[in-house]
């Protein structure tokens, strides 16, 4: 359990690469990240209303009790997310895309330099699927 969590620590210093590769000033790290996803994943409500939130809740449970049960249940859980073969795995997935823009504009915001991380909107655009966070999206993007 303590090397476990001792790897997890590590993601507190870990820089998001995509960041790091475009010369962003300070970038966030994993840690950050991950974060700001599981506080979106809580707060933002799904277009449908039919996610099941506990799965996306059993990551962080099941870290803070992992044995060899629950890794197995983790490693599954990525798969799936990796694949994309459950609604659950979608919604995080656009959750995802979302916080990318998000972060490209404030990054862009941060160093006044409008759409230097265009590239990250362009990636995005038309795969956000579910409609409270094409709602965001398009909000973020009108004010760019």
Not at 11 to 18: A, F
Not at 68 to 93: C, D, T
Not at 124 to 138: F, H, N, P, T, Y
Request: hydrophobic share 35%; net charge negative.
């Amino acid at each position: 359990m303590i090397k476990f969590l001792s790897l997890v620590g590590q993601l507190k210093r870990t820089k998001r690469s995509g960041w790091v590769l475009r010369g962003v000033n300070e970038p966030e790290s994993v840690s950050d990240h991950m974060y700001r996803m599981a506080v979106m994943a809580m707060v933002c409500k799904d277009a449908s209303s039919s996610l099941d939130r506990n799965r996306e809740a059993a990551m962080s449970h099941m870290c803070s009790l992992i044995d060899v049960n629950m890794g197995q249940e983790l490693i599954e859980l990525f798969e799936e997310y990796e694949a994309q073969s459950s609604p659950e795995a979608r919604y995080v997935k656009d959750l995802d895309r979302f916080d990318m823009i998000l972060q490209a504009q404030h990054y862009e915001d941060e160093e006044s330099n409008p759409g230097r991380l265009q590239e990250f909107f362009d990636s995005v655009e038309g795969k956000i699927q579910d409609k409270e966070i094409v709602r965001l999206a398009d909000e973020l993007t009108s004010n760019r």
